[in-house]
């Protein structure tokens, strides 16, 4: 049960961490396996490439100062609507190890369902704060959105019992979230319809 816990909360707390900065996940994950800071299970080794670790810290990079800049970060966000789901759904199953097709299809889509979600409520955000004129709120959220990555990243190679029960309070907060930002557009659609002359 404890071992079943532990492998839900590097699948959940990667694939929320993908669906907010994919390379950086990848990065963590290439970097310690890498160095063996922590012991991860076997699977995990294949994030252990050059190829890998490199191109992870390089895509890091540019979205680092692509998310600096009002705009362009929403343009980034636009490209990764499908990579990072994407990205989210290939960490969770690589957290399973070995299993049936079944299970990793399952692992698949809730990872990219937490992953997708992830990654909505960081668009939709981000849309939000551009409207302001001032760029540093956008420095300070994209900051922020770093070292949320960086520190559920630790947690999750660390204490991954711990990082599944956190993960799964910010998943039902996220959905509470987008929630809140749907109901929002309706009421300003509906507005707007009926604000047209008839």
Known sequence: MLQTIATLGHALGFSLAAGVNLYATVAILGLVSRFGWVD???QFAVFDSDL???GALLLY????????IPWVDSAWDTVHTVIRPLGGAFLAV?????????AEAIMALVGGTVAAGAHFTK?????????SPEPVSNWVLSLAEDGFVLGLGVLTLTFPMVAFFVAAVLVVLM?????WISRAAWR???????????
């Open 40 to 42: 991860l299970p076997p």
């Open 52 to 54: 890998v670790i490199a």
């Open 61 to 68: 990079a540019v979205e680092f100062v692509a998310d600096k």
């Open 94 to 102: 690589t957290s399973l190890g070995e299993v049936s097709t079944g």
């Open 123 to 131: 668009a939709s955000t981000r849309a939000a704060v551009n409207t």
């Open 175 to 179: 959905l509470c979230f987008l929630g």
């Open 188 to 198: 300003r659609f509906g507005r707007r319809r009926g604000a047209q002359p008839a």
